[in-house]
């Protein structure tokens, strides 16, 4: 074989070789992902756990930075057991900074892959459409997502390193001809009765009970109807007792009329008898 072509047949071997190497390296990169990344978000709330896959690294620290829109969902979380020591900050509107860090001392970092936190997300009443939930990190900012080596080095430093990070897309629960299948509760809010539960009614934007719309649960008292019908007590009705009282009353002048007519019949025969 020519040696031209040994020489070329071999650089094509090292080049694909190479390319092989370096597609399974980006596959293999360390990185955070949002699990499940796709679903459907429910009522009360749907968990997506923050993970991560230090690939072959050793982490000594991981913060991760998730956005979304706080007009759409509410996101809280729970810490995970991937690192020994987690930590949340939710001062900023539509973000929490999850972070994670080995107990001080320990000179072996965390490997493999494992949950940093579990999030709750849950949708805003009203919400339509999708809600992404991100993962922000920059190669322009230090201060995003980040994942730390024992040597201090940050595994998410480059653009391209940053776009192996797995974020989350999620959509609302929806019905025809409704945004949403929520059905508003007992002083819950609410812009029309059509979307408060079953015997209310929407009063000044809250599902009220219609009897009494002034109380906040729902259930009625004398008082309570009395003042949604705008007075202090409601009208006096009859007891029991008084009822009782007026039917004895009435049966024992009913007894007596019969007793003075039968008498009064006798008294009357009595006189013509004599005469």
Same mark, same amino acid.
């Given at each position: 074989m020519p040696? $031209?072509?040994?020489?070329? $047949? @071999?650089?094509?071997?090292i080049f694909l070789l190479a390319g092989h190497y370096s597609v399974t390296a980006a596959q293999a990169a360390a990185h955070f992902a949002l699990s499940p990344a796709s679903g459907t978000l429910q009522t009360a709330g749907t968990s997506?756990?923050?993970?991560?896959?230090?690939?072959?690294?050793? @982490?000594?620290?991981?913060?991760?930075?998730? %956005? !979304? +829109?706080a007009a759409k969902v509410t996101v809280t979380s729970v810490n995970g057991t991937y690192f020994p020591t987690v930590t949340t900050d939710t001062t900023k509107t539509g973000e929490i900074v999850i972070s994670g860090t080995l107990t001080i001392g320990d000179t072996v970092g965390v490997t493999g892959t494992g949950t940093l936190a579990t999030l709750t997300v849950k949708p805003v009443t009203g919400a339509t459409g999708t809600v992404a939930v991100a993962l922000r990190c920059s190669e %322009?900012?230090?201060? +995003?997502?980040?994942?730390?080596?024992?040597?201090?080095?940050? $595994?998410?430093?480059t653009t391209t390193q940053c776009s192996a990070n797995i974020p989350g897309? !999620?959509?609302?629960?929806t019905t025809s001809g409704s945004s949403s299948t929520t059905t508003a509760q007992c002083n819950q809010d609410c812009s029309a009765t059509v979307s408060c539960a079953t015997g209310l009614?929407?009063?000044?934007?809250k599902c009220r009970n219609p009897s009494c719309n002034t109380t906040t649960n729902c259930s009625c008292t004398g008082e309570s109807i009395a003042a949604a019908q705008g007075a202090s007590t409601l009208p006096a009705t009859g007891s029991v &007792?008084? %009822?009782?009282?007026?039917?004895?009353?009435?049966?024992?002048? @009913?007894?007596?009329?019969?007793?003075?007519? %039968?008498?009064?019949?006798?008294? &009357? +025969?009595? $006189?013509?008898?004599q005469e």
């Open positions: 040696t $031209l072509l040994k020489r070329t $047949l @071999l650089l094509i071997g997506v756990a923050v993970t991560i896959d230090a690939d072959s690294n050793q @982490l000594k620290s991981a913060s991760a930075v998730v %956005t !979304y +829109d %322009t900012s230090s201060d +995003d997502s980040n994942l730390i080596t024992l040597v201090g080095a940050n $595994l998410l430093a897309s !999620y959509t609302f629960t009614s929407c009063v000044s934007g &007792g008084q %009822t009782v009282f007026l039917i004895g009353t009435g049966v024992l002048s @009913l007894i007596s009329s019969i007793f003075l007519l %039968t008498h009064a019949k006798r008294f &009357g +025969d009595s $006189l013509f008898r």
